[in-house]
């Protein structure tokens, strides 16, 4: 049997193989893996174009109308590196729109110690203290952001990652420690893969649908989801805060969004209102990154 006859094969089931899960997750109820519902959703970028570029497949699935989620963006720059901050905000807030989400929840910043650039260190507190500020304004329940590697390696990135940790750490309740007398809010952080699995597109789908299962399965074996659920009820002010609060103690620890054709091309074109950024390289990002198709996020505990 030859070597490419092998080949041949294997690279025939990968296909198979994702094409029946994508399938699943897109045609069958039983399978939908979104549980975020009736929420304050914040996403915290670092410059304008990161919500397209690596989130779209999230905001698309979370602001769908039948999940009543409130879904808010705050952007940490303008991304003025190369003087551009004013057009990229107004190309933010019109990328923003186009992916379902109201203006007046987009919120994009200009602090002079938070200026887009690889070689600038953006500090930890003040971005904590700045997603302080929003989610108390907001009352949001759930964050969203980048992981520590930040997708694409770049710095600001990584540090929007550490800003939301700090903020969860020193002022959320762990998962399993929950207070009336805090609020409840959960971090989730976008996974970064290699460079190979981050080129594929689609076909990454195989891995990523056995990874983010293999995360779930194992939170079941690893929690006690009843002692969560009885902490002081009846301290609790209303039914409303009891059930937001439910929900929030029995989110996943892995979320998996898929776009379907029609969001895909939503993404795509919200990516086309940053005219500033579109050189020919961000061409191909889009037609091969996954980050366009897919998204896993996986919870950051305290």
């Known amino acids: 049997m030859s070597f490419v006859f092998i080949l041949s094969t294997c690279l025939f089931l990968i296909f198979l193989n994702t094409l029946i899960i994508y399938y699943i997750i897109i045609t069958s109820k039983k399978y939908v893996i979104n549980t975020i519902t009736g929420l304050n959703v914040l996403l915290v970028i670092s410059h304008p174009d990161d919500e397209c570029m690596f989130f779209s497949p999230t905001l698309l699935e979370l602001g769908k109308m039948e999940y009543k989620n409130k879904m808010h963006v705050l952007c940490l720059s303008v991304g003025n590196e190369s003087g551009l901050g004013k057009i990229r905000k107004k190309e933010l807030e019109a990328s923003c729109t186009s992916l379902g989400i109201d203006v007046k929840f987009v919120k994009c910043l200009n602090?002079?110690?938070?200026?887009?650039?690889?070689?600038?260190?953006?500090?930890?507190?003040?971005?904590?203290?700045?997603?302080?500020?929003?989610?108390?304004?907001?009352?949001?329940?759930?964050?969203?952001?980048?992981?520590?590697?930040?997708?694409?390696?770049?710095?600001?990135?990584?540090?929007?990652?550490?800003?939301?940790?700090?903020?969860?750490?020193?002022?959320?309740?762990?998962?399993?420690?929950?207070?009336?007398?805090?609020?409840?809010?959960?971090?989730?952080?976008?996974?970064?893969?290699?460079?190979?699995?981050?080129?594929?597109?689609?076909?990454?789908?195989?891995?990523?649908?056995?990874?983010?299962?293999?995360?779930?399965?194992?939170?079941?074996?690893?929690?006690?989801?009843?002692?969560?659920?009885?902490?002081d009820k009846n301290k609790r002010k209303n039914q409303e805060m009891i059930e937001k609060e439910d929900k929030l103690l029995n989110l996943p620890d892995s979320l998996l969004f898929v776009s379907t054709l029609p969001q895909y091309i939503r993404s795509r074109t919200s990516m086309t209102y940053h005219k500033s950024q579109l050189v020919w390289f961000r061409y191909l990002y889009i037609l091969a990154s996954r980050y366009m198709v897919i998204n896993q996020l996986e919870m950051v505990e305290k």
């Open 111 to 231: 602090h002079s110690e938070l200026q887009d650039g690889p070689k600038n260190v953006w500090n930890p507190e003040l971005i904590s203290s700045t997603i302080e500020e929003y989610v108390e304004k907001h009352g949001i329940d759930v964050i969203i952001t980048f992981d520590d590697k930040g997708i694409s390696g770049h710095p600001n990135h990584s540090a929007a990652y550490n800003g939301a940790r700090n903020y969860i750490s020193s002022k959320i309740p762990s998962k399993s420690k929950s207070s009336s007398k805090s609020k409840l809010l959960r971090l989730y952080k976008l996974k970064t893969v290699n460079i190979i699995r981050k080129y594929i597109s689609i076909f990454d789908l195989l891995q990523t649908y056995l990874i983010h299962n293999y995360i779930n399965i194992k939170s079941l074996f690893s929690e006690n989801p009843s002692s969560e659920k009885d902490h």
